[in-house]
Each structure stands twice: as structure tokens, then as C-alpha cells.
């Protein structure tokens, strides 16, 4: 049956011969029916996908799952959102021993918001297996809680730091493992793990499986397959295109000093019901939600240095509506399913595409319309024109609302409350203050109503400046990059551009928020990452080490 598979993938793909030692390539287009794989898997594996809601195979399922089951390595090229979880999950469950206590799947995840839906949806597949138990491990969780909780556990999902963390304590037995799967094997390497990856697949001991899988295919990648993999097969998706319908989609020029301000010009004026703003880092996620709630926002943050059972109150109270903001970073967004989000705000411009893409497909769901909003600084117009061409779509330069425009909205919407509440409340108490008001200071009924409206929604706000700079790398007074470099935040966050988180964090001063998140390095949240665990692993790698060696089958 495996074979058959097989060559079905071999007729709709391309030529399986190996040249010059790279991997055997194949490459599937459409979906296969689920039950094409059902004689080869446990009953109760069948039984569980199908509770959740499997009919058909995604391309790199129907790609990697038979090599898989025959025991084959694979690459696996595909995107995030491709099915790469399943596909990689239902090989490793169908080949787990229930009966033996022992460690027997290691999966590797870049970040531990990752490692948890990976380890969520490796459970749910699992859901009739009874005695399998899958774990995720991972940094700013209690060790000890997880020492405990590897006791009898055939399956675990991590991070590479913590994940060296339990070998260097010997909490993690290698010695019946018989898969490796690398997951985003890409962003791990982007996040510096590429020793840390080295060093935990050459210690795995006897014959073993790898599955790597990755968006994109680098050289250190084929590096890390040529050193560590037997022939694997290199099974490949075609990037999707990407397209958003059904969200109107709007960019504004702003001065990175003026992002605040211009955030809470968008929210005062449209006045959303439910509104994500995506920062790249986390600590400017934590300074705007601090900008918001004092200017009288209910708003949350979420990041990943936060605990679980702080983004879980963070999400139940945004899903409750008892928050009507959201401020996230990429990372810690994924697995965010709220239908009813109105407007979506880029306060940074992420610096994958398809971030872009996932982000404002938080609103305009379920067949609503949806708005969404980013900030553009200076010469990032041109990441502007990459969207558009990448995703085939157009994005609208729009002027922010005036002052005056805003507090008009913010006068209408006080106005309409207060006459919902005159037509189910009793007023005639309240009638008899302003009557009595009016009669002791002589004044115009009017006059005393424009005062209280006044006082509700404050004084009309300074005009937000268009940042403006043209083609030729000049802003309106005509000077070039050289000229303002030095000048603000651009030439502060250019001369520190790409040196990493660490490096921020001292002498921010006062140079500016959009500059410091800027030199927070250029992946935003996966730098934070980074950071984290290094500072996770540092300690553990001066009083161990791993002897380096390769690892052929």
C-alpha cells in the first residue's frame, strides 16, 4: 500500500533521481482522500482525525506520511499552515510503543508557544491511544514540574535550549529514540540554534528516523540533512499564494515618534469593537499597552516572556470582551481564533510577508468586511510595494483623521449612548438636577450640556504630521539619508540595525521607541526568542558539553 502511495506522489510530482548526492525530490499538487492512508494507520488514530474534521490530505501529507511510515528521512519544504504538524504527528503515533515507558519521539520547535500547539495537536491524535503521552518542554516553565512530568513519556515537544537543559541533567533518556523531527527547522536556524540543533541530533544514539521540516531550504539547512540524515527525500509544497479578501486594507505615513499618537487617533476615531495590534517586540508591546490604558483603553498585552496563565487571562478576557484591545507579537498570536476582530493595526511592519498576511487575516472572517491599519516610517514605503506585489493585492495610502474628525466620532458615540440610556432609564430624577442647576446659576440648558460634554470627551487633539519621503530617499525639506542621519530615531535605528536584542536594551535613553524596537534586531519576537534561550542555555553549556560527532545511518 505504501508503494502505491508512493507512486502516486512519483506521477504527479517530479523526477526521483538523485543528482550529485542532493535528495530525492518530489513535489504533489491537490489533496487526497483520508481514506487512501486508513489501512495503513491504527484504528484509533483514524478514529481521531476524523473527529477533527480530516476528510483529505494536505499535499505534504500525502507527501511525507508514507516515507514516513516506511521509515524513510524526509525534508519537508512547506509553509506554516500547510498541515506539516499532522504530517509528521500520525507517522510518529502510528510507530510509538505504548507499552514501553520510554522516551522514543523528540520534536524540535523554535519557540515554546509553537512547541505547545504542536504538543496540543499531537494529543488530539492521540486521543483514543490510551498510554502515549506527548509533553512539551520548554523554557519559563518550572523544571522540576517537567523532570516529574518525562517519567513515562514517549513523546516530547521542545525547544532546543530546554531540551538541552534535560539531557545536560540526564532527565532525557536518548536511548530508545527513534524519530527526530525538526519543525521550522528555518526560523530555529535564524534564532541561532543551529549548534544547539547539531548537538542534540549527533547524541542521539543507534538507528533513528529525521524528518526536517522548513518554509525555506538555506545551505546551512542541507548542511545540517547532509550530516545527520541517510538519503532523505526532499518533498516540497508550493508556496500558496497569498491573498486576503474581504478586509480593506490601509497604510498611513508616520513618524516613528508619532506611532502612539497616531494609534490612539485610529482607535478614538473608529472606535472598534474588538482591535490586534501587532508589535515585532515585546517590550513595545508592553510600553503601548501601558500608553493605551493610560489614555483610558481597555487593553491587553501578549508576548512570550509572559506566563502561561497570564496569556490565558490576557486571551479569555480579549474572547469576553472585558478588553477590547489586543497587543501581540507574531509569535505569540499564533493559535488566536476570535471571529468577531473589527480592525487590525500593523503598528510595526512585520518583516515576513506572510506575517503581513496572517496578521489582518485575524479580521475580516466568517464572511464580515474588516479593516486593517499599518504604520509606515520613512523608507519602509518600499516594503509597502513588496506586499502588494507579494500578495497581489493593493494597500491605500490614507491621511489620518484630523483632530477635529475625532472628536466629532468621540462626541457622537457619548451623545447615542446617552440617548439609548434617556429611552430605557427613568430620567426624571436627573431632569430635576439640571432644573435645579440651571435655575441656580442662571444658565442656558444648552450651554450646561455643551460643558458636560466637554468635560466627557476632552479637548480637541494636535494634527498628526504625514511622514513624508519620496522615491528618492528624501523627506520634504528635501534633505537625503545623510543629511538626517543622527537626527531621530531613522539614523539611530540604521547605525544599530540588525546588532540583536542584547545590544538595545543598554543606552536606550532616549533615542526613540521605534528605533530601539528596531535594533531589537530584524525578526522582532524570534530575536526576543533567541535572547531568552541563550540566557536559558548558558549556564547549563559552561558545565556541559556535548563531545561533537557525526551521525551516519
Keep these: 500500500m505504501i508503494s502505491e502511495m508512493k507512486e502516486q506522489v512519483k506521477m504527479t510530482g517530479m523526477d526521483e533521481t538523485a543528482e550529485n548526492g542532493r535528495p530525492k525530490e518530489q513535489e504533489a499538487e491537490g489533496e487526497q482522500s483520508l481514506a487512501s492512508i486508513e489501512p495503513l494507520l491504527d484504528t484509533r488514530i483514524v478514529r481521531a482525525v476524523r473527529e477533527m474534521g480530516f476528510e483529505k490530505l494536505t499535499p505534504i501529507q500525502v507527501q511525507a506520511i508514507p516515507y514516513l511510515l516506511e521509515g524513510e528521512d524526509i525534508i519537508g519544504q512547506a509553509q506554516t499552515g500547510t498541515g506539516k504538524t499532522a504530517a509528521f504527528a500520525i507517522p510518529a503515533l502510528q510507530k510509538v510503543d505504548p507499552e514501553s515507558r520510554n522516551l522514543q519521539t523528540i520534536i524540535l520547535c523554535p519557540t515554546r508557544e509553537l512547541a505547545m500547539q504542536a504538543a496540543d495537536e ?119 499564494e497569498l491573498t486576503i479578501s474581504l478586509v480593506s486594507q490601509r497604510y498611513y505615513k508616520v513618524k516613528s515618534q508619532d506611532k502612539d499618537a497616531a494609534c490612539i487617533r485610529l482607535l478614538e476615531y473608529y472606535q472598534p469593537r474588538l482591535c490586534l495590534i501587532f508589535c515585532n517586540t515585546k517590550i ?192 520634504r525639506h528635501g534633505r537625503g539619508e545623510r543629511g538626517r542621519r543622527g537626527r531621530g530615531e531613522e539614523g539611530v535605528s540604521r547605525r544599530r540595525r540588525g546588532r540583536g536584542e542584547e545590544r538595545t536594551d543598554r543606552g536606550r535613553g532616549s533615542r526613540g521607541e521605534e528605533g530601539a524596537d528596531r535594533r531589537r534586531g530584524s525578526r522582532g519576537e524570534e530575536y526576543d526568542g533567541r535572547r531568552r534561550g541563550r540566557e536559558e542555555e548558558r549556564d547549563g553549556r559552561r558545565a556541559f558539553s556535548f563531545p561533537k560527532k557525526k551521525k551516519k545511518k
Aim: glycine letters at 8%; charged letters at 30%.
Design 284 to 475: 513595545k508591546v508592553d510600553e503601548l499597552a501601558e500608553v493605551l490604558k493610560k489614555a483610558g483603553f481597555q487593553a491587553e498585552g501578549l508576548h512570550g516572556d509572559m506566563s502561561q496563565h497570564q496569556r490565558d487571562v490576557s486571551m479569555g478576557r480579549f474572547r469576553n470582551g472585558s478588553t477590547n484591545i489586543l497587543i501581540a507579537t507574531d509569535v505569540a498570536a499564533r493559535g488566536i481564533d476570535v471571529d468577531d476582530v473589527e480592525v487590525v493595526i500593523n503598528y510595526d511592519l512585520p518583516q515576513d510577508i506572510e506575517y503581513y498576511v496572517h496578521r489582518i487575516g485575524r479580521t475580516g472572517r466568517a464572511g464580515k468586511t474588516g479593516r486593517s491599519f499599518t504604520f509606515v516610517s520613512g523608507r519602509e514605503i518600499f516594503r509597502i510595494r513588496q506586499i502588494e506585489r507579494f500578495c497581489r493585492t493593493t494597500i491605500e495610502e490614507k491621511k489620518l483623521p484630523g483632530a477635529a474628525k475625532v472628536m466629532k466620532a468621540k462626541a457622537d458615540k457619548y451623545l447615542n449612548q446617552a440617548w439609548e440610556l434617556h429611552e430605557h432609564e427613568d430620567m426624571e430624577l436627573m431632569k430635576k438636577y439640571l432644573q435645579r442647576k440651571i435655575d441656580a446659576e442662571e444658565c442656558d440648558a444648552l450651554e450646561l450640556a455643551a460643558a458636560m460634554l466637554k468635560m466627557q470627551i476632552g479637548d480637541k487633539g494636535p494634527e498628526i504630521a504625514v511622514d513624508e519621503y519620496d522615491s528618492r530617499g528624501r523627506d
Design 122 to 240: 499531537i494529543r488530539s491524535i492521540a486521543k483514543y491511544m490510551h498510554g502515549v503521552r506527548v509533553l512539551p518542554v520548554y523554557g519559563g516553565q518550572e523544571i522540576r514540574k517537567q523532570i516529574m512530568g518525562l517519567k513515562g513519556t514517549q513523546i516530547i515537544v521542545g525547544t532546543p535550549g530546554r531540551v538541552m537543559d534535560h539531557m545536560r541533567r540526564h532527565t532525557i533518556k536518548l536511548d530508545h529514540v527513534n524519530m527526530v523531527v525538526l519543525d521550522e527547522a528555518d526560523e530555529m536556524l535564524d534564532m541561532g540554534f543551529r549548534e544547539d540543533m547539531e548537538l542534540i541530533l549527533g547524541q542521539i544514539p543507534g538507528e533513528h528516523q529525521t524528518a526536517l521540516f522548513s518554509a525555506t531550504m538555506p545551505q546551512p539547512i542541507l548542511e545540517i540533512a547532509n550530516r545527520f540524515q541517510k538519503d532523505a527525500r526532499l518533498v516540497r509544497v508550493a508556496a500558496k
